[in-house]
């Protein structure tokens, strides 16, 4: 009898927790303005992953948001949540760089990710969001704007539960906890949490003033500066 029951036994199987398949992608947090820069940070910090693009191996392990050990290349400082992913990352380090873009000279280890590079160049976005008509450069990029119209925020901070629809909006918000600062001014070695706002101070050493007003010509480092500027010729007075 024990024999019969033993083989009545049913074993439940462990499911495995589901990965969001999804690259870095970077972007800015969509809370309250940090110096003016964090509406718009996560779309800049995309497109510089396009311009900066490393060779991504195509079998990388998308990072979760799960909490996890950071895995630190030796050789470029780059962080990952998986040490699957720092062994697929090392590879581009060790491997040949054969195709060369023609515009800027930059090299990869594969000829797909430099196809996906010169779109960069030539303007070309043939991923095409059906709901509201934007394109992409990527699929993945494609893939985070859809969570817009379905409000989808797959990525939450271990920390306060906020949630948040791009992992790298979830990692910028991450530094308010941490007090991570790893974005370094080389001019004065001043330090910030976010790449947008160490663009905005380099401009204090350049003495670029990228925003005119367009009323009367004045140029201003900030775009706050610039709109905070152009009430005092619509009259506009939004705190009142």
Not at 64 to 89: M, Y
Not at 162 to 176: V, Y
Request: aromatic share 6%; hydrophobic share 20%.
């Amino acid at each position: 009898m024990k024999k019969e029951e033993e083989k009545d036994v049913i074993v439940k199987k462990v499911e495995e927790p589901f990965r969001e398949e999804e690259d870095d992608i970077s972007m800015k947090v969509k809370e309250d303005d940090v110096l003016g820069v964090k509406e718009e940070e996560g779309e800049e910090e995309e497109t510089e992953d396009l311009i900066n693009t490393e060779d991504r191996p195509e079998s990388e392990e998308p990072e979760t948001s799960e909490p996890a050990r950071r895995h630190h290349c030796s050789q470029c400082g780059k962080i990952f949540n998986h040490l699957g992913n720092l062994k697929n990352h090392k590879r581009t380090h060790a491997e040949k760089k054969s195709y060369n873009c023609s515009q800027c000279g930059m090299s990869f280890t594969r000829l797909g990710n430099l196809k996906s590079h010169e779109r960069i160049h030539t303007g070309d976005k043939p991923y095409q969001c059906f709901q509201c008509g934007k394109r992409f450069i990527e699929p993945a990029q494609l893939k985070v704007h859809r969570r817009k119209h379905t409000g989808e925020k797959p990525f939450q901070c271990s920390q306060c539960g906020n949630t948040f629809s791009r992992s790298g909006d979830l990692k910028s918000h991450e530094r308010t906890h941490t007090g991570e600062k790893p974005y370094h001014c080389s001019n004065c070695e001043k330090s910030f949490s976010w790449s947008g706002q160490l663009k905005e101070h380099k401009r204090i050493h350049t003495g670029e003033k990228p925003f005119q007003c367009s009323q009367c010509g004045k140029s201003f480092t900030q775009l706050r500066s610039l709109k905070s500027h152009e009430r005092t010729h619509t009259g506009e007075k939004p705190f009142q």
